[in-house]
């Protein structure tokens, strides 16, 4: 019999041990240095909007629904058009005169996907998806038109204090054709790109941004807008839906990885799976957000796991990432550092990147998740912290790219982990990215990645050469970029090797317009003893 916790610390307790590292978890061959394994490619993978990793948040399914007005209420009484339910379809035709319908689905998340299915068209119009504000009536609207049943243009309208402030319309790739097209609108706060998909492969058609207009990271706002889809028919037009749906989604590249740890950077390994945090890209440097994924290191079967906003205390749902994220083993609460990159948001206030603290009483992992975050007072548009609890020196450690000329690693140190930094070693004299502090048996290392197509190994904490990582088939060749993440984690004995490597590649989606970060496939590599 499982006798009930009474107590808040011992609720506390009970979490930590289930949550604890298995013992022996950072003694993957002792005494091995990092240059010394050898890490060999063992998988690669892209998510690009893969349907089974989608978290859902609301959805109209016509097969499943059974009072269309009750569930899915009009939005727009008296408008011409009819709605019909059958066979798993919404027709909504025009026989007379033509008019309109808005279709409530769901609410609105500024970080979320958004898609809608459509399976056949007749005549002339347009189908697509709105998403309008209950008060002021500001609106986003993304629309597929068509003509004589065949697909013309995506179009994107964005009204403000009761005036169009943007009207755009792109062509549709050539050969697309009206037979179960999704038109998908990939929000990111402060702008949204628009993609068509047929026969499972998405295209870029279009991208917009909005911030000028008004801030959709403000919590108020997110508040009062609702997700709907929304028919413009001409006389005689008939448009077959078979779906519409708002989910968080993976998006169409990943990268920035980095394990989950607790205080002393050990990697937290529960119920079998390692857990990450990863950038899902969006387009530019204000549209990326930051994500949690999990991972069984026997094999590789990445899971889409949750999204992480952060909360400054001034009613904004922020966008930071390339996020360190620590579970304090004393209290219980998640922790960690993040990048400021919201403040290139453009939403008409005067921010600056910087390095964040963060922290939350709930597990952050799953679903959508809200951090408190404020500065640690380090000056400079630094990047890529990680950070562990050093207990034989008794002080903070935080390794990140130093922002002058180039990012540069240096390692800073405190009494606290949120705040009084100052500096310790570095910064390098080399390009850098994807900082990491990682225990190889019982001795901490520096590892971060480079411009220069090498992976570096300095030694900890003073940041003097150690060698350079091992890499078959890197994530890099002569055509694309170098700066990559090197993400290495120990592993205990039982597993096919006693480390792993998960990186990325720098690779674009296409069709960005530059600049562009969309960057990228995920790369496994098991690392061994390299022989003598």
């Given at each position: 019999?499982?006798?009930?916790?009474?107590?808040?610390?011992?609720?506390?307790?009970?979490?930590?041990?289930?949550?604890?590292?298995?013992?022996?978890?950072?003694?993957?061959?002792?005494?091995?240095?990092?240059?010394?394994?050898?890490?060999?490619?063992?998988?690669?993978?892209?998510?690009?909007?893969?349907?089974?990793?989608?978290?859902?948040?609301?959805?109209?399914?016509?097969?499943?629904?059974?009072?269309?007005?009750?569930?899915?209420?009009?939005?727009?009484?008296?408008?011409?058009?009819?709605?019909?339910?059958?066979?798993?379809?919404?027709?909504?035709?025009?026989?007379?005169?033509?008019?309109?319908?808005?279709?409530?689905?769901?609410?609105?998340?500024?970080?979320?996907?958004?898609?809608?299915?459509?399976?056949?068209?007749?005549?002339?119009?347009?189908?697509?998806?709105?998403?309008?504000?209950?008060?002021?009536?500001?609106?986003?609207?993304?629309?597929?038109?068509?003509?004589?049943?065949?697909?013309?243009?995506?179009?994107?309208?964005?009204?403000?204090?009761?005036?169009?402030?943007?009207?755009?319309?792109?062509?549709?790739?050539?050969?697309?054709?009206?037979?179960?097209?999704?038109?998908?609108?990939?929000?990111?706060?402060?702008?949204?790109?628009?993609?068509?998909?047929?026969?499972?492969?998405?295209?870029?058609?279009?991208?917009?941004?909005?911030?000028?207009?008004?801030?959709?990271?403000?919590?108020?706002?997110?508040?009062?807008?609702?997700?709907?889809?929304?028919?413009?028919?001409?006389?005689?037009?008939?448009?077959?839906?078979?779906?519409?749906?708002?989910?968080?989604?993976?998006?169409?590249?990943?990268?920035?990885?980095?394990?989950?740890?607790?205080?002393?950077?050990?990697p937290l390994l529960d119920d079998g799976r390692l857990w990450l945090t990863m950038t899902l890209r969006g387009r530019a440097l204000p549209h990326p957000l930051q994500?949690?994924?999990?991972?069984?290191?026997?094999?590789?079967?990445?899971?889409?796991?949750?999204?992480?906003?952060?909360?400054?205390?001034?009613?904004?749902?922020?966008?930071?990432?390339?996020?360190?994220?620590?579970?304090?083993?004393?209290?219980?609460?998640?922790?960690?550092?993040?990048?400021?990159?919201?403040?290139?948001?453009?939403?008409?206030r005067a921010e600056e990147k910087g390095i964040l603290a963060i922290r939350s009483v709930r597990d952050p992992r799953k679903g959508f998740s809200i951090m408190k975050?404020?500065?640690?007072?380090?000056?400079?548009?630094?990047?890529?912290?990680?950070?562990?609890?050093?207990?034989?020196?008794?002080?903070?450690?935080?390794?990140?790219?130093?922002?002058?000329?180039?990012?540069?690693?240096?390692?800073?140190?405190?009494?606290?982990?949120?705040?009084?930094?100052?500096?310790?070693?570095?910064?390098?004299?080399?390009?850098?990215?994807?900082?990491?502090?990682?225990?190889?048996?019982?001795?901490?290392?520096?590892?971060?990645?480079?411009?220069?197509?090498?992976?570096?190994?300095?030694?900890?904490?003073?940041?003097?050469?150690?060698?350079?990582?091992?890499?078959?088939?890197?994530?890099?060749?002569?055509?694309?970029?170098?700066?990559?993440?090197?993400?290495?984690?120990?592993?205990?004995?039982?597993?096919?090797?006693?480390?792993?490597?998960?990186?990325?590649?720098?690779?674009?989606?296409?069709?960005?317009?530059?600049?562009?970060?969309?960057?990228?496939?995920?790369?496994?590599?098991?690392?061994?003893?390299?022989?003598?």
């Amino acid at each position: 019999m499982i006798k009930p916790v009474s107590s808040r610390a011992a609720i506390i307790a009970v979490t930590l041990s289930l949550l604890a590292p298995p013992a022996g978890l950072l003694a993957a061959e002792d005494g091995v240095r990092p240059d010394q394994i050898q890490f060999r490619r063992q998988a690669v993978a892209r998510m690009v909007f893969d349907a089974g990793q989608n978290i859902p948040l609301s959805s109209l399914r016509p097969a499943k629904v059974i009072d269309l007005d009750l569930m899915h209420p009009e939005m727009l009484p008296g408008n011409g058009v009819r709605c019909d339910l059958g066979n798993g379809i919404l027709s909504v035709s025009s026989p007379q005169a033509g008019g309109a319908s808005l279709r409530w689905v769901g609410g609105f998340n500024p970080f979320a996907t958004y898609e809608l299915v459509i399976g056949s068209a007749e005549g002339e119009g347009s189908a697509g998806m709105t998403f309008l504000h209950s008060g002021n009536g500001d609106s986003l609207a993304a629309g597929l038109t068509f003509k004589d049943g065949k697909p013309e243009a995506i179009t994107w309208d964005v009204q403000a204090d009761g005036k169009r402030v943007t009207g755009v319309k792109w062509p549709v790739p050539a050969g697309t054709t009206m037979e179960d097209l999704t038109l998908r609108a990939q929000m990111s706060a402060v702008g949204v790109n628009l993609f068509l998909e047929s026969a499972g492969r998405s295209d870029l058609v279009g991208y917009s941004d909005f911030s000028e207009h008004f801030d959709l990271r403000e919590r108020e706002r997110i508040q009062r807008i609702d997700f709907a889809i929304r028919t413009d028919l001409k006389a005689g037009a008939r448009v077959v839906l078979t779906g519409a749906s708002s989910c968080l989604s993976p998006g169409s590249g990943q990268a920035d990885i980095r394990a989950i740890t607790d205080e002393e950077g050990a990697p937290l390994l529960d119920d079998g799976r390692l857990w990450l945090t990863m950038t899902l890209r969006g387009r530019a440097l204000p549209h990326p957000l930051q994500g949690v994924f999990s991972l069984n290191p026997s094999v590789f079967d990445l899971r889409f796991e949750g999204v992480i906003v952060f909360d400054m205390d001034d009613e904004l749902l922020r966008n930071d990432l390339a996020s360190h994220l620590f579970r304090d083993s004393k209290t219980g609460e998640w922790r960690g550092w993040t990048t400021g990159f919201s403040a290139l948001g453009g939403a008409g206030r005067a921010e600056e990147k910087g390095i964040l603290a963060i922290r939350s009483v709930r597990d952050p992992r799953k679903g959508f998740s809200i951090m408190k975050a404020r500065p640690i007072g380090l000056a400079g548009a630094h990047e890529d912290p990680h950070g562990v609890y050093d207990k034989e020196a008794g002080k903070w450690r935080l390794l990140l790219c130093e922002h002058g000329k180039k990012y540069r690693a240096g390692i800073w140190e405190s009494d606290h982990w949120d705040r009084g930094y100052v500096r310790l070693a570095g910064p390098v004299e080399m390009d850098s990215t994807g900082t990491l502090i990682q225990k190889f048996g019982d001795k901490r290392f520096a590892l971060f990645g480079s411009a220069d197509r090498k992976i570096y190994i300095r030694t900890y904490p003073d940041l003097q050469p150690a060698g350079e990582l091992k890499v078959d088939l890197p994530p890099w060749n002569d055509q694309n970029g170098t700066r990559i993440w090197p993400n290495v984690i120990p592993l205990p004995e039982g597993y096919p090797a006693p480390y792993i490597a998960l990186m990325m590649d720098r690779v674009n989606f296409p069709g960005m317009p530059k600049p562009n970060w969309t960057y990228g496939a995920l790369y496994l590599y098991h690392g061994h003893p390299a022989p003598p």
